[in-house]
C-alpha cells in the first residue's frame, strides 16, 4: 500500500474520532415510510418533509427518525426537527 494511502486512511480515523469536526448544513433522503416514500430535506437549519403530517403540522415522524439516525453519529451536532 502506498504511504500516501495510508496517510489519508489514519487522518479519516482520526476526523471520525473528533465528530465536533462536522456540522450537517444540507441534507436530503429518501425515506420509505408503511404507506409511500417521502423526501426528506434539511437546509440551514429548516426541515422538510414531502408527507401530509408535516405540511400540516411541521413536523413528523420521518424526520424525527432521521434526527435520531443522526444523534447516534454526531451526538452534539444532530439537527433538530421542527
Known amino acids: 500500500?502506498?504511504?500516501s494511502h495510508i496517510s489519508r486512511v489514519?487522518?479519516?480515523r482520526n476526523y471520525a474520532e473528533e465528530r465536533e469536526r462536522v456540522t450537517?448544513?444540507?441534507l436530503t433522503a429518501t425515506f420509505r415510510g408503511n404507506n409511500?416514500?417521502?423526501e426528506l430535506g434539511y437546509d440551514a437549519g429548516v426541515w422538510r418533509c414531502t408527507c401530509r403530517s408535516f405540511s400540516t403540522q411541521g413536523s413528523c415522524s420521518h424526520a424525527m427518525a432521521l434526527q435520531e439516525?443522526?444523534?447516534e453519529v454526531f451526538p452534539s451536532g444532530a439537527p433538530e426537527p421542527a
Open 24 to 26: 450537517i448544513n444540507r
Open 69 to 71: 439516525m443522526l444523534e
Open 36 to 38: 409511500n416514500t417521502h
Open 10 to 12: 489514519e487522518k479519516a
Open 1 to 3: 500500500m502506498y504511504s
